[in-house]
Each structure stands twice: as structure tokens, then as C-alpha cells.
């Protein structure tokens, strides 16, 4: 088979490459420049220079190609230009999607987001639940945004479409958020223990990749949804696994949410006027994800792909190995 991968270099999708890298398949991956492909240049992965906003860059590199797998998008809870969610996560969707179509493409594995579901009626929700009023990020809103898109095109264009919802993604090496959140534990740049009681399912980002590799390759599932995570926790159980495992000692002070919302506001504010990331990473948009949390049923991914999840403290304990030697 051949495929085609967009965001490729970023956490899930470089766990992803590994994943292709030895298979039979092969593979193409969208790269923008000044990327560090230092590890796919090394694997005989096919590059395309080019970008999600300019279909122009990609478009007929896709052509004869089995399998698009799309991660390229925007993944943060703070920019210093908002508009950066719209362009990339949702007319870049719109442009790599279109482009899918006009190449013939016999399968898409669209990479969502969990948090699209927002706060559903059940709990914990699975692939089925109607989603929720709000969603409670920026990041979140565009991803929904570029769902309805995709699920337009698989019903009018016939796009033959298969979507991931990752939960909240851990493990060595990540940049983002929750990786970042262990990081400041560990070396102890945290003030304080934020929104103990929050809970979240956690995935370890291997089970991801595995999960979209195993959605690829399985016949007979256009229009399917797979939620992937298992295990749920909250904050509070993260940060003593972060700290038995790292041997450190965990901030004295713990803050709940009404004290956490407003210092949150007033960091973002002063982020917005600064155009530097909010300190301690105590953007409004990521408390208010930490302070609903997001319980999702995985289950349907351990049924129909396979999956066995990986425990949350093993992929803590990678993230910290990971941040220790780096």
C-alpha cells in the first residue's frame, strides 16, 4: 500500500513513522520546510516539501497513492495569533481532504481530537454520543470545525473517511502541553498542584499511532469512528505518579479552580500583550481543558483494531526518562 502521511514530524505522527518504517508500505510524508527530518531522511521515506495551506505545494504528489493519514494541524491552547487555528486546522483540513478526492484516494484516516466531544451527556462518552454544547479550547473549537468538514465531504464527495479521536496523548518526547506539565513536576518549575480533581483519559502516544496504523489497514470500516485511550485518572493521580516515579517532591500548594481560572485570565492577558507563551504554561484555554477534563470510552479500539492500552504510569515513566535525558 502506498500512503500518504501530512504532520508527519510532529509527536503522534513521528511515533506514527516509526510505526510505517520497516513495513511493506510505502511511504510519503508532507514536510514543511526548516522541519527536522533528520530521522525520516535517514528511513527512505518519500518527502514532499510543502505546506496544508497551499494545496498547490502537495496536491499532485498525492496522486497514486492508497491511503492518506492527515495529522498536519495546529496543536496548542495558546498562540500569539489565534487565526493560526482557523488557517491551518480547518481551511488546511478543507485543502488536504479536497485534494484526497481529486487524487482518488481510497481511504482517509482523518486524526481528530478527543476534546471535540466537549462535556456529552454520557459518561464516559463513546464514538456514538452527540457532542456536547461547547467545546473549551480554540484548538478544540477548529478541530470540530474541520470535522464537520470531513464528514460533509464523506457524505456529498464521498471521501472515504475514518476518524481518530485521541484522548490525552503521553509519553517520551512530547513538546506539548502534557508533556510540557510533567517537564515543570519534574524539574520543579511548578508553584503549585493544579485541578486535582480533574479527570482525564490518558493514552500512551505508541497506542495512537497503533490505533491509526490499524484503522488504515483494516477492510471495511469507511465511516468509522474510533475514540482512542483507556484509562482514567485525575490530575491528582498524575502528579503522584509523576512524582514517585521521578523522585521528587510535589508542590506544597494546590490550587482549585476558582483560584485557578482568574490567575490563568490575568497570565493570558498579559501573554496576549507580550506575545510570550502564559508562564508556568497557565493558558485560559488549557485550564479551562484541565478543569472540565475529558472521560472517553476507548473501548471500541480494543474490540475492533486490536488494541492492547498501554498503562499510564508506563507512559509516565517514559516521559520522564525522556525528560531527564533529553
Known sequence: MKIFVTGGTGFIGMNLMRRLIGTDHRVTCLVRAGS????????????????????????SAMRGHDCLINLANVYSFWEADPKVYHRVNVVGTRNVLEAACAAEISKVVHVSTAGIYGKPDEVPFNEGSEPGPEQFSEYFRSKYDSDLIAWEMHKNKRLPLVMVYPAAVLGPGDPKATGQYILRIVKRRLPARLLEDSVFTFVHVDDVAEI????????????????????????????????????????ALSLPGFAVMPMAWLLTRIADITKRPPLWGMALDQMRVMKEGVRADGSKAERELGIEYTPVREAIKEAIASCMNP
Not at 36 to 59: A, N, W
Open 36 to 59: 527536522d527530518i533528520s530521522v525520516l531522511e535517514k528511513s527512505g521515506v518519500d518527502l514532499v516539501y510543502g505546506d496544508v495551506t497551499d494545496p498547490d505545494s502537495f496536491s
Open 212 to 251: 491509526i496504523y490499524q484503522a488504515a489497514l483494516k477492510e471495511n470500516n469507511i465511516g468509522e469512528k474510533y475514540l482512542a485511550g483507556k484509562f482514567q485518572h485525575t490530575f491528582g493521580d498524575i502528579n503522584r505518579m509523576v512524582g514517585e516515579i521521578a523522585e521528587v517532591a510535589l508542590p
